[in-house]
C-alpha cells in the first residue's frame, strides 16, 4: 500500500470510533435509566407495546383504587346494619316481655316503653349520622327511584340494584292465586271450655295455656292473644257464645295455627279430637311474565341487573287471579365502577331505614312503637313485637343484599384486578426493562473497542510522521 498524505485508515477509525462511542452512550442510559427502549428509534414496534400496556396498567391502578373505596364505604354501612339489628332485637324482645301485661307492673311497663323510645331515638341517630367521604349512606338519598307504584296495590318497595345503563324499566305485577293465613275457624266449642290445658303453637313458637273451669270464651281469647307476641297466633270469638276461631298472624306457607288439649277438655267441643293444625299459603306472583319468589305477602323479583322486593297489599291479595298493578323503576342509587371502562359499572339501592320506614304497611311502621304511638307496648304489645321482627328482616335483607354484593362484586373484582396488574407489570417489564447482565457486557464490550480504536488511531497518525522523514 502507498504512503500518501489522505490517510483513510484514520478516516475509518474515527468512523468506528463515533460508532463505538454512540453505543457506548445508549448502553449508559439504558443502564442509568432501567429501560431498553428510552426513544422510539430503539424498538418502534416495543415502543407501541410498551405505551398501549402503561395506559392499560394505568387505569387497572384506578380501577383497584376504585374498588378500595367501595369496599371501605360499604363496610362503614355493614357496621351501621349490625347497630341497627341489636337495637331492634332490644326492642322486639322488650315488646314480648311486655306482652305479658299480667305479671308487670306499670312502672315495669313504662321502663320496657322508655328504652324502646330511646333505641328508637337511637336508630334514627344511626342512620342521620351514617356517612362515607361526606355522603349519607341510609337515609335514603343511596336509595333507586320508583314511579307509578299503586298503594292500594304495591307496598313498601325497595330496588336492590338496577341497569345503570337503563333510564327507567318497567314491571307489571299479576296475581296468579292469592295468599292465606293458617285459619281454625272453630276450634274451642263453648261447651268444651272447662278446667282445660292447650298448648297454642305458631310460627314464632309455643305457648301454654291454662283454662280455669270459671272462665268463659272471652278469657280464654284473651289469654291466647296474650301470648300472640310469643306464638303468632291470633284468636277471635266467631260469636258470643259459639266458638274461638284462631289464625296466624301473617300470611304465608311458612305460617301455620296448631292447637293441642293436653289436658281437660276436647276440642270442637264435642267426640275425641285432641289437635287441629292448619298452614297458611304464600301468593304466586309474577312480574313481567317471570315467576317471583314470594313468602306470603313479599315478592323478589330478579332479572339480570334488576332486583327488587315489594309487599303486595292485602286488597290486591283478595283481587280476582289475573289481576295486574305497575310500577317503574327509574333513576338514583349509589353507582360503582368495578373495572376499567363502562360496561363494569353496578349500581345498588340503599333504601332509608328511618323507624317511619322500617316494618310493613300491615303491620305497621317502628315508629308507631313510640309513647303514645299506635303501637306502643302499652298500647299493642304483641303487635309491637310483630313489627320489631319485621323490621329485623328488612335490615338483615338490605345488609346482606349488600354484603353479597361487597363479597362477590367489589371484593372478586379487586382480586381479578390485582392479578390483571401482576399479568400487566410482567408483560411490560419484558418489553420494556434492560437485562442488567447482559447490558453491562455489552457495556464493557464497548469501553474495550473504544480503547483499541483509540490506540489504533494513534498508530494510523504516525503514517503522517513516516512521510514528514521520507521529506527531510
Known amino acids: 500500500m502507498p504512503l500518501t498524505i489522505n490517510n483513510s485508515n ?39 407495546a410498551m405505551r398501549s400496556l402503561e395506559t392499560e396498567l394505568k387505569g387497572v391502578d384506578s380501577a383497584i383504587s376504585n374498588n378500595q373505596r367501595t369496599d371501605s364505604m360499604l363496610s362503614v354501612a355493614d357496621n351501621a346494619f349490625g347497630q341497627i339489628s341489636g337495637l331492634l332485637s332490644d326492642v322486639q324482645r322488650l315488646a314480648q316481655a311486655s306482652a305479658n301485661s299480667a305479671g308487670l307492673s306499670a312502672d ?4 320496657n316503653q322508655a328504652q324502646i323510645d330511646n333505641a328508637i331515638s337511637a336508630i334514627d341517630r344511626i342512620v342521620r349520622t351514617t356517612e362515607f367521604n361526606g355522603k349519607k349512606l341510609l337515609d335514603g338519598s343511596q336509595g333507586i327511584n320508583v314511579s307509578g307504584v299503586s298503594s292500594s296495590n304495591i307496598s313498601d318497595v325497595r330496588v336492590f340494584n338496577r341497569d345503570p345503563n337503563a333510564s327507567s324499566t318497567s314491571l307489571n305485577v299479576t296475581l296468579q292465586s292469592s295468599a292465606s293465613r293458617a285459619a281454625l275457624t272453630s276450634v274451642i266449642a263453648n261447651s268444651s271450655v272447662g278446667a282445660t290445658t292447650l298448648t297454642i303453637q305458631g310460627s314464632l313458637g309455643t305457648a301454654t295455656i291454662e283454662v280455669l273451669s270459671t272462665e268463659n270464651l272471652s278469657a280464654v281469647t284473651a289469654k291466647i292473644n296474650a301470648a300472640t307476641a310469643q306464638t303468632g297466633v291470633v284468636a277471635s270469638q266467631t260469636s258470643a257464645t259459639a266458638a274461638i276461631a284462631l289464625r ?10 296448631r292447637v293441642t288439649v ?16 292448619d298452614y297458611g299459603d304464600d301468593a304466586n306472583v309474577s312480574v313481567n311474565g317471570q315467576t317471583t319468589a314470594v313468602d306470603g305477602l313479599n315478592v323478589n323479583f330478579s332479572n339480570g341487573e334488576l332486583n327488587v322486593s315489594f309487599n303486595i297489599t292485602e286488597s290486591f291479595n283478595s283481587s280476582a287471579a289475573g289481576t295486574s298493578s305497575s310500577f317503574s323503576v327509574t333513576t338514583g342509587g349509589a353507582t360503582f365502577q368495578l373495572g376499567t371502562d363502562d ?26 312503637l313510640k309513647s303514645g ?3 306502643s307496648v302499652t298500647s299493642d304489645a304483641s303487635n309491637a313485637s310483630a313489627i320489631a321482627a319485621e323490621a329485623s328482616k328488612m335490615v338483615a335483607k338490605a345488609q346482606g343484599r349488600i354484603g353479597g354484593f361487597q363479597k362477590f362484586q367489589v371484593k ?3 382480586s381479578q384486578m390485582a392479578t390483571t396488574k401482576e399479568s400487566l407489570t410482567s408483560a411490560l417489564s419484558t418489553i ?7 447490558e453491562t457486557a455489552n457495556l464493557n464490550q464497548q469501553n474495550v473497542l473504544l480503547q483499541s480504536a483509540i490506540s489504533l488511531l494513534g498508530v494510523a497518525n504516525q503514517q503522517s510522521s513516516q512521510i514528514l522523514a521520507l521529506l527531510r
Open 10 to 48: 484514520s478516516l475509518t477509525l474515527l468512523g468506528i470510533l463515533n460508532r463505538t462511542s454512540a453505543n457506548q452512550s445508549d448502553a449508559l442510559t439504558r443502564l442509568s435509566t432501567g429501560s431498553r427502549i428510552n426513544k422510539g428509534a430503539d424498538d418502534p414496534a416495543g415502543l407501541i
Open 108 to 111: 315495669e311497663l313504662a321502663a
Open 248 to 257: 296466624s298472624q301473617d300470611y304465608g306457607a311458612d305460617e301455620f295455627a
Open 262 to 277: 293436653l289436658s281437660g277438655g276436647t276440642l270442637f267441643g264435642s267426640g275425641t279430637v285432641s289437635n287441629a293444625v
Open 343 to 368: 360496561n363494569t359499572k353496578a349500581t345498588i339501592g340503599i333504601d332509608g331505614l328511618f323507624s317511619q320506614q322500617l316494618g310493613s304497611a300491615t303491620l305497621g311502621y317502628l315508629s308507631s
Open 373 to 375: 304511638g299506635s303501637n
Open 412 to 414: 372478586t373484582a379487586a
Open 432 to 438: 420494556r426493562d434492560v437485562d442488567y447482565a447482559t
